[in-house]
C-alpha cells in the first residue's frame, strides 16, 4: 500500500507568487488562510465537485475546471445564461461586461460594440474592431463583416 509523502486535509502549506502550491497530496489544494495573516500561508482542503463551493486561487476545483463567484463550474464554453467570470463564451455568445453572463451576439454590422476587440457582440461573421473614423480615431469601435476567407487562388507559388 502506498502512503503519500504530501500534505493531508488541515495541513498548513506555502502559497507561491501565483497562487499554485505542490505541497498537498493531489486531490487537495492550498487554500489561502486568512487567519494566518501571512499571504503565503494556505490550508490543504479538498478540490470543490461541479456545483460544489470554491475559492479563486488556481486547481480549487476538480480537473481544472474554473471557479466563479465561489462555485465550481463546469469545463469549456459558457452557454447562455452562463457565468462568464473565468471562461469564454460558446460560439454565438458573448461575455456582456454588465452581468458578467454568456448573451446572444446579436449586433449588426455597422453597430457601435463598444470596447471589446474581437467577435464581441457582433452577430456571426463579423467582428467588433476600430474604425479609424472620426475625431477621436482610432474609435468608435463598430462591427465590421469579417474579411473573406483565402482561396487557393490566393496563395503565393
Known amino acids: ?8 486535509s488541515g495541513a498548513r502549506c506555502t502559497l507561491e507568487a501565483k497562487g499554485e502550491s505542490m ?17 503565503s500561508v494556505g490550508v490543504c482542503v479538498a478540490r470543490g465537485r461541479s456545483g460544489g463551493a470554491c ?25 447562455l445564461g452562463d457565468t462568464c467570470d473565468a471562461r469564454e463564451c460558446a460560439s454565438g455568445l458573448f461575455c456582456n461586461e454588465n452581468d458578467q453572463t454568456c448573451q446572444p451576439a446579436t449586433l449588426p454590422i455597422g453597430a457601435d460594440c ?4 474581437g467577435s464581441a457582440a457582433c ?5 467588433c474592431d476600430l474604425t479609424g473614423e472620426g475625431e477621436n480615431a482610432p474609435y468608435p469601435m463598430k462591427c465590421k463583416a469579417a474579411p473573406p476567407a483565402p482561396t487557393s487562388a490566393d496563395t503565393c507559388r
Open 114 to 117: 463598444g470596447s471589446v476587440i
Open 23 to 39: 505541497d498537498c497530496d493531489d486531490e487537495l489544494y492550498c487554500a489561502r488562510d486568512e487567519r494566518a495573516g501571512d499571504p
Open 1 to 8: 500500500m502506498c502512503k503519500t509523502t504530501k500534505k493531508v
Open 55 to 79: 475559492d479563486s486561487y488556481p486547481g480549487g476545483c476538480v480537473g481544472g475546471a474554473p471557479c466563479e463567484r465561489g462555485i465550481c463550474v463546469a469545463p469549456g464554453d459558457g452557454k
Open 123 to 127: 452577430v456571426a461573421g463579423a467582428t
